[in-house]
């Protein structure tokens, strides 16, 4: 069965600096999910790459799927106190099962 | 303002006593799904929804039950709750499947914190 992992599991950073976080799968991914959840809440939707070599911004966060699309990055650039959270990435599978895995998620801390 | 809703939002129990948690969406999605989420295991899909009357499980299904009677609501009963169905829930739903050429934005409801004692 297809995986997903993570890394780094927990990261802090001081206020301004950039990170990068992985996703890594075991297979093809197939339409990439990157969602951000503060503690005990719910998940927000931040990003969907589906496309090998795919690129997309939202505000400082920029997420991409590599060519070969069995790994996506996550970009955050000048790092603020509000973008503290755990980070999610999900995968659907090769067909359309409706079954979704994720990753177990890295938790993102920026000092002040 | 589309949302997926879910109730009740913390809920204490004890062992064997049948509880339900509600799910709604207000964006006629066809797709409904339930995970659970948990310290070190991350989100875990329990069942899934491709439409009304069609359900399947997902890679935690044992001591859960769904249905969906509904479009807009995919309840989760737990017919005999145990201690290790502690755990965070959340339902989430899409306009479809997500999985081969086509991916769909899964909307996420708030969570239902279950303690079982």
């Known amino acids: 069965s297809q995986e997903l992992e993570q890394s780094p599991q927990s990261l802090i950073v001081q206020e301004g600096k950039n990170l990068t976080i992985n996703c890594t799968s075991s297979?093809?991914?197939?339409?990439l999910y990157w969602y951000k959840q503060k503690y005990g809440e719910g998940l927000i939707f931040l990003m969907m790459?589906?496309?090998?070599?795919e690129e997309k911004s939202h505000e400082k966060i920029t997420a991409k799927l590599d060519e070969k699309k069995q790994q996506s990055s996550l970009h955050i650039t000048a790092s603020q106190p509000s973008h503290a959270g755990i980070y999610l990435c999900?995968?659907?599978?090769?067909?359309?099962?409706?079954?979704?895995?994720f990753g177990q998620g890295t938790t993102l801390q920026v000092k002040p | 303002e589309a949302q997926v809703t879910q109730n009740p939002r913390y809920l204490i129990t004890v062992t064997g006593k049948k509880l339900t948690v509600t799910c709604s969406q207000n964006?006629?999605?066809?797709?409904m799904s339930w995970y659970r989420q948990d310290p070190g295991l991350g989100l875990r899909q329990i069942y899934y929804?491709?439409?009304?009357?069609?359900?399947d499980k997902g890679d935690v299904p044992e001591g859960y039950k769904v249905s969906r009677k509904e479009k807009r609501n995919f309840p989760l009963i737990l017919e005999s709750p145990s201690p290790n169905q502690t755990s965070l829930y959340f339902c989430?739903?899409?306009?479809?499947?997500?999985?081969?050429?086509?991916?769909?934005?899964?909307?996420f409801g708030p969570g239902t914190r279950l303690t079982v004692t």
């Open positions: 999900g995968a659907g599978g090769s067909s359309n099962t409706g079954k979704l895995i």
């Open positions: 964006m006629n999605h066809e797709y």
């Open positions: 297979k093809t991914l197939y339409g």
């Open positions: 989430a739903s899409s306009l479809g499947l997500a999985g081969g050429s086509r991916s769909y934005e899964q909307y």
């Open positions: 790459l589906q496309k090998g070599g």
């Open positions: 929804s491709m439409n009304v009357e069609v359900t």
